[in-house]
C-alpha cells in the first residue's frame, strides 16, 4: 500500500492506493474558505493551515482505508512544484514518517500526478495516450508513451504562453463579483447564461498545439466596464456562460488537434479545470476514447501523487533524509 502526501498549494490531502492503482481513500481538507476573504491564496496561511490539519488528515486517510501505517510500504508526496512553504510540510511529514519505519520514499512532480490521474481506477488509461493538463498554475497537453517512467515521462505537446485556463476562470470570476475559487463558482453561473450573448475572443496562437489566455481577461474587463455595474450585474449570467465558452473552445480545439496530429486515440483530462462541466462535455464529444476522472481525481488530491509513485523507483532510507522541495518544475 502507498501513502499518498499533497500539500502543494492550498489543500491539504493524504490517500491511500494500492500498487494496482485501486483507491482505498482520497481525503481533502480544502482551505478554500480561508483563503476566499483575501481573494487568493495567501502562501503563509497556507503552510500554516497545513502544518494544523496534516496529522489529522493522514489518520482520516488510513481510518477511511481501515489501514495503519504498518500497513504501508511506500510513502509518496509532492516534492514540486507548488508554494514552497507548503510543500516542505509534506515534504518534512513524509520524511519523518518514512524514516521512523525505515520505509522507502517517492518524490512526486504535481503535473505528473495531473497527467497520470487517468492511470488509477477500475479502469486505467493506458499509454500511449494525451492528456489536456488545465489547473490554476499550469495548461499543457501531455504524451505518454509507453516506455515512460519518472518525471520526465511525458513529453509536453504544447502550453499556454501567459495564463493558465483555471487562472483566466479565477480572474474572470473576480471581475463578475464571484468568489474565490472562481471555477466552480463560474461553471455554476454559467449553466443559467446564454454563451453566445458576447463574443469574447478565442486564441489559439502559433501553428502548434499552445495556448494564450491572458487577451481573454482583458476582454472580459472591458465588457464589464462598457456595460456598467447595474447592467453588468443584471447579465452576469450571461457574461459568465460566454467568458467560460471562450476558455473551454481552444481547451477543447487543441485536445482534437494533438489527436489528430499524433493519431494516438486516446485522450484522458486531468487538473482543476477538467472538474468543469462544459469542458467534459466537450471532451466527451470528441469523437475519440476519453478518460474523464471524477471531479476528486481533477482537482488536487493526494491519490494521484501516490499513484504516479507505482511507475517509479523511491528513495530508500536514509538517501531521503536531504531530500528538498522545490517551487519551480525543475528541481
Ligand atoms: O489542479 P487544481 O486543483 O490546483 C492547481 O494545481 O492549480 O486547480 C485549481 C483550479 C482553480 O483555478 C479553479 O478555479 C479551477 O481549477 N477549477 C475549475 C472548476 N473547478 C476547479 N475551473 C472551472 N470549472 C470548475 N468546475
Ligand atoms: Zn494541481
Same mark, same amino acid.
Given at each position: 500500500?502507498?501513502?499518498g502526501?499533497?500539500?502543494?498549494?492550498?489543500? $491539504?490531502?493524504?490517500?491511500?492506493?494500492? =500498487?494496482?492503482?485501486?483507491i482505498?481513500s482520497?481525503?481533502?481538507?480544502?482551505?478554500?474558505l480561508?483563503h476566499?476573504?483575501?481573494?487568493?491564496v495567501?502562501? !503563509?496561511i497556507?503552510s500554516?493551515?497545513?502544518? !494544523?490539519?496534516i496529522?489529522?488528515?493522514? =489518520?482520516?486517510?488510513?481510518?477511511?482505508?481501515e489501514?495503519?501505517?504498518d500497513?504501508?510500504d511506500?510513502?509518496?508526496?509532492? $516534492?514540486?512544484?507548488g508554494?514552497?512553504?507548503?510543500?516542505l510540510?509534506?515534504?518534512s511529514t513524509?520524511k519523518?514518517?518514512?524514516a521512523?519505519?525505515?520505509?522507502p520514499?517517492?518524490?512526486?512532480?504535481?503535473?505528473?500526478?495531473?497527467?497520470l490521474?487517468?492511470?488509477?481506477?477500475?479502469?486505467?488509461?493506458e499509454?500511449?495516450?494525451?492528456?489536456?493538463v488545465?489547473?490554476?498554475?499550469?495548461?499543457?497537453?501531455? *504524451?505518454?508513451?509507453?516506455?515512460?517512467?519518472?518525471?520526465?515521462?511525458? =513529453?509536453v505537446?504544447?502550453?499556454?504562453?501567459?495564463?493558465?485556463?483555471?487562472?483566466?476562470?479565477?480572474k474572470?470570476?473576480?471581475?463578475?463579483g464571484?468568489?474565490y475559487?472562481?471555477?466552480?463558482?463560474?461553471?455554476?453561473?454559467?449553466?443559467r447564461?446564454?454563451?453566445?450573448?458576447?463574443?469574447?475572443?478565442r486564441?489559439?496562437?502559433?501553428?502548434g498545439?499552445?495556448?494564450?489566455f491572458?487577451g481573454?481577461k482583458?476582454?472580459l474587463?472591458? *465588457?464589464? *466596464?462598457?456595460?456598467?455595474?447595474?447592467?453588468a450585474?443584471?447579465?452576469?449570467?450571461?457574461?459568465?456562460?460566454?467568458?467560460?465558452?471562450a476558455?473551454?473552445?481552444?481547451l477543447?480545439?487543441?485536445? =482534437?488537434?494533438?489527436?489528430e496530429?499524433?493519431g494516438?486515440?486516446?485522450?484522458?483530462?486531468?487538473?482543476?479545470?477538467a472538474a468543469?462541466? !462544459?469542458?467534459?462535455a466537450?471532451?466527451d464529444?470528441l469523437?475519440a476514447? $476519453?478518460?474523464?476522472?471524477?471531479?476528486?481525481?481533477? $482537482?488536487?488530491?493526494?491519490?494521484?501523487?501516490?499513484?504516479?509513485?507505482r511507475?517509479?523507483?523511491?528513495?530508500?532510507?536514509?538517501?531521503y533524509?536531504?531530500?528538498?522541495?522545490?517551487?519551480?518544475?525543475?528541481?
Amino acid at each position: 500500500m502507498i501513502l499518498g502526501i499533497e500539500t502543494s498549494c492550498d489543500d $491539504t490531502c493524504a490517500a491511500v492506493v494500492t =500498487e494496482a492503482g485501486e483507491i482505498r481513500s482520497n481525503v481533502v481538507a480544502s482551505q478554500g474558505l480561508l483563503h476566499s476573504r483575501y481573494g487568493g491564496v495567501v502562501p !503563509e496561511i497556507a503552510s500554516r493551515r497545513h502544518l !494544523e490539519l496534516i496529522d489529522a488528515v493522514i =489518520e482520516d486517510a488510513l481510518e477511511r482505508a481501515e489501514a495503519t501505517l504498518d500497513d504501508a510500504d511506500l510513502i509518496a508526496v509532492t $516534492t514540486r512544484p507548488g508554494l514552497i512553504g507548503a510543500l516542505l510540510v509534506g515534504v518534512s511529514t513524509a520524511k519523518a514518517l518514512a524514516a521512523a519505519r525505515r520505509l522507502p520514499l517517492a518524490p512526486i512532480d504535481h503535473l505528473q500526478g495531473h497527467v497520470l490521474a487517468s492511470t488509477l481506477g477500475e479502469h486505467p488509461i493506458e499509454p500511449p495516450f494525451l492528456c489536456l493538463v488545465a489547473s490554476g498554475g499550469h495548461t499543457f497537453i501531455a *504524451r505518454v508513451d509507453p516506455s515512460g517512467s519518472g518525471p520526465e515521462a511525458y =513529453e509536453v505537446l504544447g502550453q499556454t504562453l501567459d495564463d493558465a485556463a483555471g487562472e483566466a476562470f479565477d480572474k474572470g470570476a473576480r471581475l463578475l463579483g464571484l468568489g474565490y475559487p472562481g471555477g466552480p463558482e463560474m461553471d455554476r453561473l454559467a449553466k443559467r447564461g446564454d454563451p453566445a450573448a458576447f463574443d469574447f475572443p478565442r486564441s489559439l496562437p502559433g501553428d502548434g498545439l499552445d495556448f494564450s489566455f491572458s487577451g481573454l481577461k482583458t476582454a472580459l474587463l472591458y *465588457r464589464v *466596464r462598457d456595460l456598467g455595474d447595474a447592467e453588468a450585474e443584471r447579465r452576469r449570467a450571461d457574461l459568465a456562460a460566454s467568458y467560460q465558452r471562450a476558455i473551454v473552445d481552444p481547451l477543447a480545439t487543441r485536445a =482534437e488537434q494533438a489527436l489528430e496530429r499524433t493519431g494516438i486515440d486516446r485522450l484522458a483530462i486531468g487538473g482543476g479545470v477538467a472538474a468543469n462541466s !462544459e469542458l467534459r462535455a466537450r471532451v466527451d464529444a470528441l469523437g475519440a476514447k $476519453t478518460w474523464i476522472p471524477e471531479m476528486s481525481l481533477c $482537482t488536487d488530491n493526494a491519490a494521484m501523487i501516490a499513484g504516479v509513485a507505482r511507475f517509479q523507483p523511491p528513495l530508500e532510507y536514509p538517501d531521503y533524509l536531504a531530500l528538498d522541495a522545490s517551487a519551480t518544475v525543475a528541481a
